[in-house]
Nanobody, 119 residues
Framework: QALLVESGGGLVQAGGSLRLTCRAPRQIFSVFSPSDMAWYRQSPGKERELVARITSNRETYYADSVKGRFTISRDNSNKKVVLQMNSLKPEDTGVYYC??????????WGQGTQVTVSS
């Protein structure tokens, strides 16, 4: 079983919303809660870029391109992080990856989930 499992991607029209979830089913609370979590995306022909991050202290960071439209949150009890994406644009299209930085083992990536926004 994968360490990080993403879900919630799909096809949506511009202006619509999607909710991405990243779960860490194999991790216990004491492992998940101190980790920093983030969502990256890779759009066609572009490098992978940071979209949003939430630290273990729940400090958040957003790329300029998604500020005011995306919200990242975490639920340590259920070992998951959620990216709520509203007012989606065609340029938000790409593969979205969950990323975790744990104090004990370092960085881990999820397998990715496709988001496609049609105009």
């Amino acid at each position: 079983q994968a360490l990080l499992v993403e879900s919630g991607g799909g096809l949506v029209q511009a202006g619509g919303s999607l909710r991405l979830t990243c779960r860490a089913p194999r991790q216990i609370f004491s492992v998940f809660s101190p980790s920093d979590m983030a969502w990256y995306r890779q759009s066609p022909g572009k490098e992978r870029e940071l979209v949003a991050r939430i630290t273990s202290n729940r400090e958040t960071y957003y790329a300029d391109s998604v500020k005011g439209r995306f919200t990242i949150s975490r639920d340590n009890s259920n070992k998951k992080v959620v990216l709520q994406m509203n007012s989606l644009k065609p340029e938000d299209t790409g593969v979205y990856y969950c990323h975790q930085v744990r104090p004990d083992v370092g960085a881990t990536w999820g397998q990715g989930t496709q988001v496609t926004v049609s105009s």
